[in-house]
Each structure stands twice: as C-alpha cells, then as structure tokens.
C-alpha cells in the first residue's frame, strides 16, 4: 500500500480553548517562521514522488499565520509535494482570522476545500468554551469563503456544549441551513485530559452533559440533514451529494497517509507513527538531523483486519467485504467469527451483497460494536 495523502499540522493559535487537546501553542513569540523552515525540510526528505489524492493542513490553525506565512506554508506544499489530478487540498480555517488576502492566497495555490472552527453560532457558547470569535464572525466566515470562491467547505459544529439547550442546537442548524453549508461535521464535547475543562470537571466545577440530552442533539441532527439534502456518510460527517470530504475517508477506509509538523501522526508502509510534539525539539531535530518520531509501531496483520472493521463501520457504507477479502485473504465472517453473528443478532450489523454496515441501532451503540471486532493478540491469523 502506498501513501496516497499527507496531514500536515500548524500547531499555533491565537486562543487556546478550553476543550482541545491537540498539539498546539499560543503564537505570540513563538518561531514560527523556524518552523516553518523545519516543516518544508521535513517535507523535502520524506521526496514525495506520487502524486497525491488528498492534502489536509490542520492545526492548531493555520489562519493564525499572517498573511506572508501563509503564502509561505502554501509554497512549501507547491514545491514538494505533487498532486493528482482533481486532488482534494483542504484547509483549517477560523472565523476571526479570515482575509481575502488569505483566502485569495490559496485559491490561487490550488486549496479547493475549507475546515471551518465555527462549533456554534452563539456568542454566549463561543464564550463558555474559549473560542476567539462570535456569531457575526462565524456568519462572515462563510460569507467570506463562497466570495473568494470555495464552493467545497464544511463547517464543525458541536453539541453537548456546557449551558447549551436543544433550542440552542437547533437554531445553529437553522442557521446552517440558511446559509446551505453543503458539509457538517458535529462531534459531541468530550472532557480531555490535558484541558481546562478537565481542570474544571476534577474541580467539581464542570458537570458531565446529560447523556439523554445529547442522543436528542444527535437524533436532531440526523432529522435536520435528511430534510435539508445533507446526508451522514459517516457518524459525525453529514454532507451534500459530492461534498464529501475525501481526505477524511482516507482515515476510515484504514489508508495510509504521511503526517508532517511537530505532533503530527502518520500511517506509512504499515507503521503507524507520531512526531516530536514540543515545538523547539521538533525543530531541534531536524536542524540536528535526528529523527523526529517519537514512537512508532508496526501494525500487525491482525490490527489491520481490525481497523478495517472498526473504522469502516463509522462509515454509513459500511465495510467493503470483497477489499477485505483482497487484503487479508479471508472473509471478514471468518476473521470474526465470533462476534459477527451476535451482532446481526442483536440488529446491529446489516449486510448487502458486498457491504457490512451498523444498523440505526448500530451507530447508537458504535463503540460497543468497534469493541466486538477486537481480536485476542494470540490469535493464529
């Protein structure tokens, strides 16, 4: 299997916020420049010499960077990584940190998607959870986007938030609506150590959400998207037709990707790895010459079987049992053989000619499913 997608990773922000546990530094006085610098060196080794399908640069957030980094960060994509035709190239982009100087910027670099961190169109819950803007920001992101262009973009909207009612939920898909976002992507709040919400939640000042409330949030969710044309192609992803987000389906159909920037993980000739997190050490490293993988793990044939289940199962498609066939050389029946039939049992897995998927009732109890296909390490396959 050859890599076909790169995640590339800018860990600078101008807010942190209270939920992220993501590899990232405030951008006041830091080198951002030398990282840069590090970032294209580490690049320019990896000689990337097949065009790839799919290029995802996250963060942090790229749009911190002035106007003159970002073009610099595009260039760097420009000279040495070469793209297919029709490549998926998406960027991470916050309201609050949008120009046309950067939007235009990447238009002309080959940028066809945009990620954008709106999370919520209320001020009030931008503000609980230590987001950098407001509604009108939000509003003026996407605004902002279909003038310089992009007609492909998604929008991260979460639920589960602390204070936040139904009715809060329902007017920021109204207002997605309204302004017929073509991708959502909604995740619930998850308390992450590493995070002052998790300061909080070991204080006693923040109290896990109600899990009854945020199934609600989810089943709205769902009923919004299939009356306003935007279909869930995977659990948390609802999408237009053909505005999926390719690079993503990378991760879920168990593809291999090159990670790229301090933190960064990656899947290359079946070894998982993730780089040097700590900004000055990952340039450090590679102004050295060392390595910049702090650990890596060559993942066995079983854990690929496994992954293939478990991550392609949040796929509303499914797994595809003729791949899984060509990959492992057996049935995923087979494989599996003694989880599969208590789940079609139970109503949670459902089968076409050439496709395994979660049932409704399967994707409300997704991870105790994922946990079915995890196989003993002992296992003679």
Known sequence: MTATSAYIHIPFCRQICFY??????LIDRQPVDEYLDALEEEIRLAEIS???????????????????QVIRMLEIVDRHIPLSDGAEYTVEVNPGEITMGKLDAMRQSGVNRLSIGVQSF?????ESIGRGHGREDAVDAI???????????????????????????????????????????????KIEEKTMFHNWYKQGRLAP?????EADMYDLLLDYGSRHGLYPYEISNLAAKGHESFHNCVYWKNEEY??????????????????????TH???AVEQGETLIKEETRVSRIEKMEEEMFLGLRMYD?????????????????????????????????????????????????NEVFEKFLLEKDNAF
Do not use: W
């Open 209 to 213: 959400f109600p899990e009854d409330t």
């Open 20 to 25: 992220c546990d993501f590899n990232k530094f």
């Open 50 to 68: 097949v065009p790839l399908d799919s290029i995802y640069i996250g963060g942090g957030t790229p749009t911190a960077l002035n106007e003159k």
């Open 258 to 279: 090159y990670g790229f920037g301090a933190g960064a993980h990656g899947y290359v000739n079946g070894i998982r790895y993730a780089n040097i997190a700590p900004l």
């Open 282 to 284: 990952y340039i450090k």
């Open 318 to 366: 499914g797994v595809n049992k003729s791949r899984f066939k060509e990959r492992y050389g057996m049935e995923y029946k087979e494989v599996f053989a003694a989880a599969v039939p208590e789940l079609f049992e139970r109503g949670l897995l459902e089968e076409s000619e050439d496709r395994v998927r979660l049932t409704p009732q399967g994707r409300l109890l997704g």
């Open 143 to 189: 605004k902002m986007a279909e003038k310089a262009g992009f007609e492909n973009y998604s929008i991260d909207l979460m639920f589960g938030l602390p204070g936040q009612t139904m009715e809060d939920f329902q007017a920021a898909l109204d207002m997605a609506v309204q302004l017929n976002v073509p991708h959502i992507s909604a995740y619930s709040l």
């Open 122 to 126: 209320e001020t009030r819950l931008l």
